[in-house]
């Protein structure tokens, strides 16, 4: 499976902002998809993951700000971010798998898109 990001951009604190994942490949509705980003000089974190049946996961600092979902038929995973903060500027990167647990860990993974950037300026 291939993936690639965009929808980055510039935004204010308090905005809104969609990023979204193309998927290429084949029998995508088997895969699993995650949410990462990477903040200058720190690791990268988990953001959100959703399953084969749509079970969604994510991390504490996005709750109730973020939503993942997919579309089987258009082969996109968007991330829908409000309520943005300075702490969530970063490069967000998009992943996929097929195994069905820990998919708030980076090493489960193991196809990767190329990262979009998101700054928000407060």
């Known amino acids: 499976v291939q993936l690639q990001a965009s929808g980055g951009g510039l935004v204010q604190a308090g905005g809104s902002l969609r990023v979204s994942c193309a998927v290429s490949?084949?029998?995508?509705?088997?895969?699993?998809f995650g949410w990462f980003r990477q903040a200058p000089g720190k690791e990268r974190d988990f953001v959100a993951a959703i399953a084969w049946n749509s079970n969604t996961d994510y991390a504490d600092s996005v709750k109730g700000r973020f939503a993942i979902s997919r579309d089987n038929a258009k082969n996109t995973v968007p991330l829908e971010m409000n309520s943005l903060k300075d702490e969530d500027t970063a490069v967000y990167y998009c992943?996929?798998?097929?195994?069905?647990?820990?998919?708030?860990?980076?090493?489960?993974?193991?196809?990767w898109g190329q990262g979009t950037q998101v700054t928000v300026s407060s």
């Open positions: 490949g084949r029998a995508l509705s088997t895969y699993n």
């Open positions: 992943a996929a798998t097929r195994r069905v647990t820990s998919l708030n860990t980076e090493r489960v993974y193991n196809s």
